[in-house]
């Protein structure tokens, strides 16, 4: 098992937008809620209701400070993260027992909560930070891309989607098979210049990031000004109004008094 | 990384074990004739004992030691699995050695083979401990060409001078094995700093900008951590030691086995000395290996606030 | 090796029941999954019109809500002193009998002696109406603190509102700007919305001190001063008059624009609009040279000039008067930019933009409509530029006048319920402003009688407010007096200092829902807590009696005497009602329920259903039957079902009549919550495409909006650019009318009911020194958190269970305070001490922190000494609720002069790097002790 199988013609994964994602932590707590209950049941929390409160998450959302050139202050990029189910994993292929494992079927990376013994060394084989441990239940953790939602056939098909996927207010997440290029996600990750995070790892992330779109502000968008009237503005916008609002019988003045005060009529 | 003493205690233990059993081997193979059964069996106990406390630790340090036993199913993509599967085979020609070496049971044609058989897995095991986190390509440290050698030199050192101590309390001294001791911890001061000046070396050259892809836009900094208290990940792979205080914890390994050598040296007049510098060495051992950890800064910290990594 | 098998087809639940989200005020649909009747799973109703399917951070957080250890659990009756946690548990049969004993004496002696004031109250459609069968004025839910002064500014200019009462038409719009807008009310519509402006590649340009959240993934971010906002928007109003980039046709046909107004200096006449015998407005027809009334089909009205009536009276288009305030060099950008921290170029390219936008990126849709004056359209034309705003703009003294800036620039623009504008939800549009008024002159609360009317309206001169002959206020918060003459939502902010103070008067029992005033919704926390346990010489409290409803233990109940612990939202019926805050579609009216999917396991009960228990027991008379039985035995869903508030008009609008058939109006349908419940807890009407835009002024979709009630006649909504009731206030100070301010109120009142928007500094900003108190201080919602229930909830308290106050980067290196250091913050009324975190993306002139995470010790059901109160704090400790003394030593409330809104964001203060270091926030309040946890 911990030998990765060949290469999966179906590549499920996960394509997350930051250009749109707000950082609501939708995401997160769907995922909590989901999967506390779903095949990583449960996802344990320690000091629930008291000092340091902390617990096992499967997809956490961080946010960074962008400092582009030429920009006086810095963007605010909200970054979800979790498991890439990538192509090569080091997580799986460390794991001594062969209850980490990549499906065969669509690639997704799963824990055999059943055989895993908690030696923690997929976590240190994972540059993304996607595997925790449950101290509670001595196993390891991680997104399984809802794999008991996407198949599940108690669902509704428009349903069947990752809990996070399905939360997302924004339409942040997509997922898909980015196995097949004529996919909805493969063509929005070709369309945006979706990307890998750390290729350099050599684990070959399935999961695709799309970039923030350049910013349309004062620095990138083309000087424009409205033009400014010769004169006196106030007497061109009564002009205006005069000539182009009321032009069926403007020489009715009878009993208009003119900016000077004086009657006309 | 986090250092966790369980793990210290196995990766020490274990390896001054399998060190000494290496040598008890070298020591088979090069008299080919059994030890006196007292030695023999004291030695043997020792070294099986160390190898079998290490065991047990990382056993427990487990989140399931009861399924223990599937670490041994996946020795043909898994360093840990090859570990574990090493250190289990280990005990068949360990023991058997041990009882033909020490005399037990006398079968001297048997010693050489067993000893060249249990001397090269036991080697092959403390390989195999490094090779676990050699291969860690997240921990720049640990994925360096000397974590391995280093893994094997303390292993042979600490071993090297636990033999000595074992000698010199059975009153049979040779010099040979004082400057066998001295060599070995000399090697270990050589290849730890040859470690310490490689990964000091390597570039920090991944930065927050490329572990979130966004560096391309410009230069990138934590603005919220996704909660208010430190995570599994960031405990586990977050922990950073000062620099300052590596620096000086580098200072006393060498400082540490540096005096051992000079101990093991003063055996030669004092034998029993030979103890003191085996305590010396095997506190560097432990203390070197706790740097080993907490000077190995994880690359999923970039995500987690760290510039660089 | 085979894989292991995974049941991929897991089924955790045994039935599903939809109902309505209640972690904020979005109210979404949800799908509640249950399983041996405990919940296992929380998700969007795909069906939903307001959520359509997603939810939010808080939303899927909701078990963790229901399941909260801080749960109340019994009714408790207070047996120490106020704040100490002495409580008993007693039944619900005294709890009520107390209750009603407490409040029956009130209302036989002097009903307004109830204070009765709701916080987040999703009922206010029933809690009004008690109010006006109790008899008391003193009724408001937290809008006047939270909303009014946009719900006002709207209502008086165009019949709608920003909040969630309109919103953008995301389908169309290409430039949107959103002022003030954080994670708030329309949470997941607006992130919907913002996420199909992103696919069709729109323009978001977000005005906004900090930059994070929706401001993060803007196009554009305009981190502007905080209260500078109608400088910002008169400037862009400025450009495009100079320009001529206006639409004129728009404020011709559907505004107040060309409507004439006496120009007469100090007559009682001046600035009012000329009236015809048939109370009609006039135009100045420029065929015939003459005034015509202002909706004749056949006039076609002069924009601008001034004119002498038959009667030789000069007259002035109103507006000739808006552009003569706003063309003025006073709002150019270069003139305003310092003071917004704005480059003038950003101001006057924003305005180009918008021109473009708005006057080049027209749209047509093809469906042909009808005016009011039976003028046929053959398109919908639409000007693609909305705009949207919330607290960032409410928050402040200015607020009013601000928005009102705002809907100027809209209208201007015209780009009110037109394709690619803002667009209406039903209810809106209402008359401008809707006609109903207060209740509660002298004279018309009276002993064992209910109001005539209810307490909350909407004033259209001095004559409707509630004062006396000595000007003294009625209301016990100030409202609809000189304070605050358009109180539309009361004033919550004030009700337990003046109660305290006695001024105008005490009060015997005050009775409030869901509202935390002892901590993060009062401004002014330790006196608050002081005001609330003072005592009176003879050792009673000021305020004699505290009955309060609340489903958690936060840090209120600690200061009641009586605790009526309501259920969780899980566990109750609730209606969201077109009579109250409706969730409807720009594309039609909806409504919706909650039912309850879990039996609460503790002694609690909702409290609507409690509310009209204790009204049969006062015998209040529209809850009882003439034999004195309750007219709702059924409790709060027979009240949903059967009550009627006019022929045909209920709480729920769907399903109606016999059989359900009826829409909007009908009988009352005994199968009614069935129905709904059949149909996910919700109901939607969309509206056909003809009457989906201008609604205003659409002649069918006023015939239709008549017959659902949602206005009174089918009569247009013609936007009051120029908003004379203001002027009726202006006139009185100047001495004009029946009723008059006192001296010390005019000069007040002169200056604020402008008729035309303005701008004027924020009050705490101008009345404390600026080199004392150079930095803006302002708050934030987190988006995974809403008010202060989320500290209870295990999972986003892991999100965040403590604050930081975030800064400048350049401005911490000016202070010298670096990342983490601790810092207090200093105002002109109080000090705090809290952690710094630096950032890049905040206006440097401002400090913020996010809003009510700082927590008591020992509420909420979390253990004394959590991070929430060690490390945690608000900036409420700062924040005054009244205002420094002005001459003469009277101290108005810290509100804006109009409306009464709460100015929280104005406030003003100092940071410096604080001499203890120690990893705890300041001041730290005395632990109160737990109730006991609902495991």
């Not at chain 3, 407010?465 to 003459?485: F, G, N």
């Amino acid at each position: 098992m911990t030998s990765l199988p060949p290469p999966t013609p179906k590549k499920l994964g996960l394509v997350i937008d930051l250009d749109t994602c707000v950082g609501c932590q939708a995401c997160a707590t769907s995922c909590k809620e989901w999967n506390t209950q779903g095949y990583s049941a449960p996802l344990t929390d320690t000091n629930p209701y008291s000092a340091d409160p902390t617990g096992v998450w499967l997809n956490r959302v961080h946010g960074y400070e962008v400092k582009e050139p030429g920009q006086e202050h810095s963007r605010i990029v909200n970054f979800p993260r979790s498991c890439l189910h990538c192509e090569e994993p080091a997580c799986v292929t460390v794991c001594p027992t062969g209850a980490s494992y990549k499906r065969a079927e669509d690639g997704i990376v799963l824990v055999n909560p059943e055989t895993c013994i908690g030696c923690k060394l997929c976590s240190w084989a994972c540059p993304y930070g996607a595997r925790e441990y449950d101290q509670s239940h001595g196993v390891m953790k991680k997104c399984t891309l809802c794999v008991d939602r996407i198949y599940n056939e108690n669902f509704e098909p428009e349903d069947r989607l990752p809990a996070c996927v399905k939360a997302c207010p924004t339409g942040a997440r997509h997922f898909g098979d980015l196995g097949d290029a004529t996919s909805e996600v493969s063509l929005l990750v070709a369309e945006r210049g979706g990307y890998d995070l750390l290729p350099q790892m050599g684990y070959k992330p399935v999961n695709k990031y799309l970039p923030p779109r350049a910013r349309r502000d004062a620095t990138n968008t083309r000087a424009e000004a409205l033009p400014k009237p010769d004169g006196s503005a106030f007497d061109r916008l009564f002009q205006w109004a005069d000539k182009v609002l009321s032009p069926k019988n403007a020489s009715a003045r009878a009993n208009e008094i003119d900016n000077s005060g004086k009657l006309e009529g | 990384m986090h250092p966790a003493y369980s793990v210290i205690l196995f990766t020490t233990a274990s390896g001054a074990g399998y060190g000494l059993l290496t040598l008890l081997a070298l020591v088979g193979i090069s008299h080919g004739e059994a030890s006196t059964l007292v030695f023999g069996l004291t030695s043997m106990v020792i070294a099986l004992g160390l190898i079998t406390i290490g065991l047990l630790a990382s056993t427990f340090h487990l989140g399931h030691p009861e399924r223990a036993w599937r670490a041994l199913s996946q020795w043909r993509s898994s360093w840990l699995s090859r570990e574990g599967v090493l250190a289990i085979v280990t005990y068949v020609p360990a023991l058997l050695f041990g009882v033909v070496w020490s005399g037990l049971h006398p079968a001297p044609d048997l010693i050489k083979p067993l000893a060249v058989v249990t001397g090269v897995l036991a080697l092959l095991t403390v390989m195999s401990t490094g090779k676990i986190y050699a291969t860690l390509k997240t921990i720049r440290a640990w994925h360096n060409p000397w974590t391995v050698w280093v893994y094997l030199a303390f292993a042979l050192a600490t071993g090297a001078v636990i033999l000595a101590a074992i000698t010199s309390i059975f009153g049979n001294f040779p010099t040979f094995l004082v400057y066998f001791s001295c060599a070995w911890l000399i090697v270990a001061i050589i290849v730890k700093l040859f470690y310490w000046r490689s990964i000091d070396a390597a570039p920090r050259d991944l930065t927050m900008g490329d572990a979130t892809g966004l560096g391309g836009l410009g230069k990138v900094g934590q603005w919220e951590l996704p909660h208010s208290v430190p995570n599994y990940v960031q405990k586990e792979m977050g922990y950073a030691v000062a620099r300052k205080h590596a620096a000086k914890l580098r200072k006393l390994v060498i400082a540490a086995l540096v005096l051992a050598v000079l101990l093991m040296l003063a055996a030669l007049a004092v034998p029993y000395a030979a103890v003191l510098s085996m305590a010396l060495a095997l506190f560097a051992s432990v203390v070197q290996r706790w740097l080993f950890f907490a000077e190995a800064q994880h690359v999923v910290t970039l995500f987690y606030g760290a510039e660089a990594a | 090796m085979t894989e292991p098998v995974v049941n991929t087809s897991l089924k955790n639940w045994d039935e599903v029941k939809t109902t309505t989200c209640y972690m904020c005020a979005c109210r979404c649909g949800i799908r509640v999954q249950l399983k041996d009747g405990r919940v296992t799973y929380i998700d969007g109703n795909p069906k939903h019109p307001v959520n359509k399917g997603v939810i939010c951070g808080k939303g899927a957080a909701g078990i963790m809500q229901h399941y909260s250890p801080g749960r109340l659990s019994k009714p408790l009756l207070r047996v120490g002193e106020r704040g100490t946690g002495e409580f008993r548990e007693i039944e619900w049969d005294e709890a009520l009998g107390l209750a009603a004993g407490w409040l029956s004496e009130v209302r036989a002696k002097d009903p307004k002696k109830l204070a009765f004031f709701t916080g987040r109250d999703q009922s206010q459609g029933l809690t009004g109406w008690w109010a006006t069968q109790f008899g008391t004025p003193n009724y408001a839910a937290h809008g006047g603190f939270c909303s009014v002064n946009m719900a006002a500014a709207g209502l008086y200019t165009f019949g709608g509102s920003f909040w969630e009462f309109g919103e953008p038409d995301w389908k169309h719009t290409k430039y949107f700007l959103l002022f003030g807008v954080a994670e708030d009310h329309g949470s997941n519509p607006i992130k919907k919305g913002l996420g199909r402006l992103k696919e069709r590649g729109a323009k978001i340009v977000s005005i906004n001190p900090i930059r994070t959240g929706y401001s993060a993934i803007a196009d554009e971010w305009i981190g502007i001063r905080p209260g500078t906002d109608g400088l910002f928007v008169g400037a862009l109003i400025h450009e495009l008059l100079t320009a001529q980039k206006i639409d004129g046709e728009y404020l011709l046909r559907y505004t107040n624009s060309p409507w004439l107004i006496v120009e007469n200096p100090g007559g009682a006449d001046d600035g009012l609009f000329v009236r015809n015998a048939q109370n009609s407005a006039l135009v100045w027809d420029s065929h015939s040279g003459t005034p015509m009334p202002a909706l004749s089909p056949d006039a076609a009205p002069k924009l601008m000039g001034r004119f002498k009536m038959p009667d030789g009276r000069r007259v002035v288009t109103a507006f000739t008067l808006i552009a003569e305030r706003f063309i003025d060099a006073e709002w150019s950008a270069d003139s305003v930019a310092e003071r917004c921290g704005v480059p003038a170029e950003t101001i006057k390219r924003i305005a180009a933009e918008l021109a473009r936008t708005a006057f080049e990126e027209t749209i047509a849709l093809d469906v042909p409509w009808t005016d009011h004056l039976g003028r046929y359209h053959e398109k919908m034309v639409g000007r693609p530029v909305s705009m949207h705003a919330m607290r960032g703009i409410s928050a402040h003294a200015n607020g009013f006048q601000t928005c009102r800036t705002i809907h100027l620039l809209q209208i201007l623009l015209g780009t009110i319920d037109v394709p690619g504008g803002f667009r209406y939800k039903a209810p809106f549009p209402k008359p401008a402003p809707p006609g109903v008024k207060p209740a509660g002159k002298p004279g018309q609360v009276k002993p064992n009688t209910p109001l005539p009317g209810p307490p909350l309206g909407f004033v259209t001169s001095p004559e409707d407010l509630l004062i006396d002959a000595e000007s003294t206020p009625q209301r016990l918060d100030k409202a609809y007096s000189w304070d605050a003459p358009l109180a539309a939502h009361g004033m919550m902010h004030m009700v337990i200092t003046n109660a305290a103070k006695k001024d105008p008067y005490g009060i015997d029992v005050l009775f409030m829902y869901m509202a935390n005033m002892s901590w993060n919704s009062a401004m002014n926390v330790p006196d608050t807590i002081r005001y609330l346990t003072q005592k009176e010489a003879d050792g009673s409290y000021t305020i004699p009696k505290i009955i309060y409803s609340d489903a958690y233990a936060s840090e209120m109940v600690h200061y009641a005497d009586l605790v009526l612990p309501d259920t969780t939202y899980l566990e109750r019926w609730d209606c969201i009602s077109l009579l109250d805050r409706p969730i409807s579609e720009a594309d039609g009216p909806a409504d919706s329920i909650r039912q309850p999917v879990v039996e609460p396991e503790r002694d609690v009960r909702p409290f609507q259903t409690v509310l009209l228990d204790l009204g049969t027991r006062l015998g209040l008379p529209g809850m009882t039957r003439t034999d004195g039985s309750p007219r709702y035995p059924g409790g709060y869903p027979d009240y949903i079902v059967n009550h009627e508030r006019a022929p045909g008009i209920g709480p729920l609008a769907g399903y109606r009549g016999p059989n359900g058939r009826a829409q909007g109006r009908g009988t009352p349908n005994p199968e009614q919550l069935q129905h709904y419940i059949d149909n996910g807890c919700h109901w939607f009407y969309e509206l056909p495409d003809h009457m989906k835009y201008y609604r205003h002024v659409n002649w069918a979709y006023l015939d239709w909006a008549t017959f659902f009630g949602f206005i009174g006649k089918p009569e247009p909504v013609i936007h009051q650019l120029y908003c004379e009731p203001l002027q009726k206030f202006r006139l009185s100070a100047q001495g004009h009318g029946k009723v008059v301010p006192p001296a010390e109120h005019r000069q007040r009142i002169a200056n604020h009911f402008d008729p035309i928007p303005f701008w004027y500094p924020p009050f705490e900003g101008e009345m404390v020194s600026e080199t004392e108190f150079p930095m803006h201080a302002v708050t934030q919602r987190p988006m995974a958190m809403y008010h202060s229930w989320g500290s209870q909830n295990a999972w986003l308290r892991q999100i965040m269970s403590r604050n930081w106050l975030y800064m400048a980067r350049e401005m911490a290196a000016k202070l010298k305070v670096a990342d983490g250091d601790w810092v207090t913050v200093t105002s002109h009324h109080g000090k705090i001490k809290a952690q710094a975190k630096l950032m890049d993306g905040v206006n440097p002139e401002t400090v913020w922190t996010w809003n009510a995470i700082g927590k008591r010790s020992g509420t909420w059901g979390l253990k004394p000494g959590s991070d929430e109160s060690k490390e945690g704090f608000l900036l409420n400790h700062l924040i005054s609720e009244l205002l420094p003394e002005r001459e003469g030593g009277y101290r108005y409330s810290n509100s804006d002069p109009v409306t009464g809104q709460a100015a929280w964001y104005d406030l003003r203060v100092r940071v410096e790097k604080a001499s203890d270091q120690s990893d705890v926030s300041a001041p730290q309040f005395a632990t109160l002790k737990p109730l006991e946890r609902v495991e």
